[in-house]
Every structure is written in C-alpha cells, then in structure tokens.
C-alpha cells in the first residue's frame, strides 16, 4: 500500500502518474493525462526514487489484490472440480487454470520443516 510518507513526497501530478503506470498506462499516455511532458514523466521514472517508491508501493498493491481476487475463485474451482467428476459439461479447464494460477495445481503437499 502506499503510504502517507510516499505520497507526500509527490505532487498531484507525480501521484496521478504513478497511479496510471501502476495500472498499465505507458510513459505517453500518463504524460498526457496529467498534463506534462513525456520527458517529465520519464525523468520521474528514471531519476526520482521518491516517484519510484510510491510506484513500486502502488504495483505491489495491485498484485495483492489480484492474488487475494484469484486466490477468491480458488473454491468455486474445487467445487467445479468436484462435479466434473460426475459431470462432464462443467468447465473444467478453466477450473485447473484458477488452480495453476493460484499455485494450487500439482502440490504435493506441505513439507515438514524439521524432517525426522
């Protein structure tokens, strides 16, 4: 999550940018959005290490969310699983997807941390 510190240390325009870059935006586009030049937005990007934090803080949080959403579905594709076994019209590629995605698909179980 980015934090009040990291935001602080950027102005409206620096926060918005690495917001839109965050969520995919490129250079050009986050340039055009907030009202600066490209150069400006790429020298934010290169040379700011207070613009990199608060972009890197702001990714991080994005990919949580998308781990704990995909992490969500992780039921709904056991219990599609689960009837597939007797019902083969359920959508069960899409169901291993979700378990390989969320790294469920082919464990072999916890290990033990002090082996006997």
């Known amino acids: 999550m980015t934090t009040q510190t990291d935001t602080q240390k950027l102005s409206p325009q620096q926060a ?17 959005a907030v009202q600066v030049s490209r150069q400006t937005v790429s020298e934010w990007l290169h040379h700011n290490v207070a613009f990199q934090v608060a972009l890197n803080s702001r990714q991080r949080e994005l990919w949580q969310g998308h ?6 579905l992780v ?12 019902d083969e019209k359920q959508d069960v590629a899409a169901a291993v997807q979700i378990l ?17």
């Open 100 to 116: 390989k995605a969320a790294g469920l698909y082919g464990l072999s179980g916890p290990r033990e941390i002090y082996p006997r």
């Open 75 to 86: 039921p709904k594709a056991l219990e599609t699983l689960e009837v597939a076994v007797s």
């Open 16 to 32: 918005a940018a690495a917001d839109l870059l965050a969520t995919g935006a490129n250079v050009t586009d986050a340039a055009s």
């Open 67 to 72: 781990v704990e959403r995909l992490r969500s």
